[in-house]
């Protein structure tokens, strides 16, 4: 199973954020086992860099960054998938945009904490625990 992992569940493993970081840190684990082939956006390693340097060292947040490069494969943010976020129907042009690429990328789905920024995604979203309890 392709997943495309939604920016608030990498930093909630990273930042460690109760208490959404067991079933996150869950689902990255399934990720390293093999279980799952997991994927982030370009664009959310420039979001995680940035939020890791705020709240930490610009070290962590490096770091932070290599952690993301080694453990996932990363879908390309170009012209077409940010014109499809722009006409697609969600009113969050970051969520859009990675609607438009784990579409574009042929994902099975997003996995995210917010489902409701993803209503009308033509893709299938679920919550790390929705996932955990769908592989095991």
């Known amino acids: 199973m392709h997943v ?3 920016t608030n569940v990498v930093l909630d493993v990273l930042l460690n954020r109760e208490p959404w970081v067991g079933h996150s840190s869950a689902a990255w684990q399934a990720n390293d086992h093999g279980h799952i082939i997991g994927y982030i956006t370009a664009c959310a390693l420039t979001d995680i860099f940035y939020i890791a340097h705020r709240l930490n060292t610009l070290e962590k947040a490096r770091a932070a960054v290599r952690i993301c490069l080694e453990a996932f494969e990363v879908c390309t943010v170009d012209l077409a998938a940010l014109k499809l976020a722009e ?10 945009l990675q609607v438009a690429c784990a579409t574009r990328a042929n994902l099975d789905l997003i996995l995210t904490r917010d489902k409701a920024g993803f209503q009308d995604a033509a893709v299938s979203v679920m919550t790390p625990a929705e996932l955990l309890a ?3």
């Open 134 to 136: 769908e592989i095991s």
């Open 87 to 96: 006409i697609l129907p969600g009113s969050d042009f970051e969520d859009n």
């Open 4 to 6: 495309l992992f939604d």
